[in-house]
């Protein structure tokens, strides 16, 4: 005859899983909520929003530079050569003399 207590043990782990796991879900969607509440009144700041404005702008050619090495890098592990693309058709154009959007700096030091 078989004992009913090895499978109420893996019911009951189970339903102390699914607890813990709707509980720390449920928590997780507290913790957002609050934090989304608290960056609320920054919309309707209009101070806040110029100064993001002028932070976007300050930095948008940075942001552009990180884009294209992002690209870059993720175009060069494709192709089996990390940050190195002067072998790709129109790389000068794209990236300056040299050939990679990496300047003066070499691939390898790069690394």
Excluded: C, H
């Amino acid at each position: 005859m078989r004992k009913r207590g090895g499978s109420r043990s893996s019911a009951t782990n189970s339903v102390n899983e699914l607890l813990v796991k709707a509980l720390t879900a449920y928590l997780k969607a507290l913790e957002r909520k609050a934090i989304d509440e608290a960056f609320q009144p920054m919309s309707n700041d209009r101070a806040y929003r110029r100064s993001a404005a002028k932070l976007a702008e300050e930095f948008s050619a940075s942001d552009a530079e990180t884009l294209r090495l992002s690209e870059q890098d993720l175009v060069g592990v494709v192709n089996g050569a990390r940050g190195d693309l002067s072998r790709e058709p129109g790389s000068r154009k794209r990236f300056g003399a040299e050939g990679n959007a990496a300047g003066p700096w070499s691939s390898a030091e790069m690394r």
